[in-house]
């Protein structure tokens, strides 16, 4: 089976006054839509979609709907989404799915766990979540598990802080038996292991900032991640746009 791995959408139907220091970045950019079908084949049959927050840049319900059936047209298949801390969070939950949920498909279950936070950008996993997974986890089944959140889950990744509480949710981690951990928010590509298990953060379908001998210049390069699912091995694949496009050079945040 296979499956793809989007992020960091930041979708809006209108971006004026959204964004901060940033909303010059969205209005340069192109539709993030538009930006998926860039990176990504069409005819390619995948059996899920998971799309690890940011989804929406404080989306209304309706934008979340719309991002969620239009992904679900253009795959064919279910879409399962995690909140990011660019996301307006009930919004998210009336218009996407529930910030703690559960769906299977086929030989795997997929876990989507909260760490976006109204009180921190960098993200908190509540001890109400860390429950939540922990029971969830401990659930017997057949099925090869998949978990995803928004933040990264490892200091050592990015200049930003992991989520807090990324020591606690480890410890829940490695005694189940997960085969792998999905993140995004960093907007970088991203392999290692974390809890012992397979761990991916891809990049994003909106823009990335790259810090060149200490200018900030932002880019529009979508990438994507594909998996491919065997009894012996998940491989990835990194699907890439193969232009850079400079969106902003020298952005003061
Ligand atoms: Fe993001
Ligand atoms: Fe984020």
Redesign the pocket.
Known sequence: MKFLHIS?LHYSNDFQGKGGSFNKVFMAMDNPLEQLKSVTDRNKKYDFVLVT??VCEFGSVEEYRKVKSYLEELFACPVIGTA???DNIPNFEAGFNELFYVEEVKQVKIISFNSASNQNDDGIISEETISALKKELEQKTEKKIILIT?HHLMQQQFVLKNAENSDKIEKVIKDSNAVLILT??THHFYVHSFAEKPYFTTGSVSFVVENEDGVLNVYQEPLVNEYKVTDKAIICRPLKHRDKVLLVANLKI
Do not use: F, I, K, S
């Open positions: 960091d927050g940011d990011g801390n660019h928004h995004g928010h």
